[in-house]
């Protein structure tokens, strides 16, 4: 069966961190590329982070570049977003995805999960 499962939110003080989690099962995630999206009540889902199949590239939305980090750990099969200095903005539901750049239907998302930055 294949499936995204996001781990690694909660609550977290302005400053603090996290690193989310997205395990794949059913399909090599190395083979697809990965991304980061989040959604604020009331926002448009943003794009936060991306990383090419194979691991080669990373890119960011200027919002988090320098705070975050996109990386793979393909032994586990799951793709991270390390998250630093975290700012009250930062609050939303943070999905992942994995689609294929030339196969539009292989395109995979995750439940989600909650990060909340406040004092």
């Known amino acids: 069966q294949v499936q995204l499962v996001e781990s690694g939110g909660g609550l977290v003080q302005p400053g603090g961190s996290l690193r989310l989690s997205c395990a794949a099962s059913?399909?090599?995630?190395?083979?697809?590329?990965t991304r980061w999206y989040r959604q604020a009540p009331g926002k448009e889902r943003e794009l936060v982070a991306t990383?090419?199949?194979?691991?080669?590239?990373?890119n960011y939305a200027d919002s988090v570049k320098g705070r975050f980090t996109i990386s793979r750990d393909n032994a586990k099969n799951t793709v991270y977003l390390q998250m630093n200095s975290l700012k009250p903005e930062d609050t939303a539901v943070y999905y992942c995805n994995a689609d294929d750049v030339w196969v539009a239907t292989l395109n995979y998302w995750g439940q989600g999960t909650q990060v909340t930055v406040s004092s």
């Open positions: 990383i090419t199949s194979g691991g080669g590239s990373t």
């Open positions: 059913g399909f090599t995630l190395n083979n697809y590329r």
